[in-house]
């Protein structure tokens, strides 16, 4: 993959679309978009792509989920995960960024975004 390109995990397949299509406008490279978490975590270990969006389920452990992810991510993968609930981006980068707007999740996925600590 590319050193922009994006994965994509979603059940909601509109709203990956328009994910997609906001990253695509942009020029940043969107790779497959994945329904499922465990297929998902097989094609991030093949392709190591530099950033996967991740739509999370309210019944699934976060904090598993992405450790499940960051465990298939080489080491300058982020995990930015989003939720159709609220308007709450996280952003796993070895760090975490608590919240973002639609322009800083572009800056997030073309890393411009200065370093914060976690909160």
Known sequence: MSQEQVLIISHHLLFAQAIRQMLEVKGIPVGPIVEDVN???EIIARLQPATVIVDTDPKVNRDMLVAQLLTACGEECRILVVSLENTDVNVYIRQRVSRATDSELIALVRRT??????S
């Open 113 to 118: 975004l200065p370093k914060v600590p976690c």
């Open 39 to 41: 297929h998902a975590v």
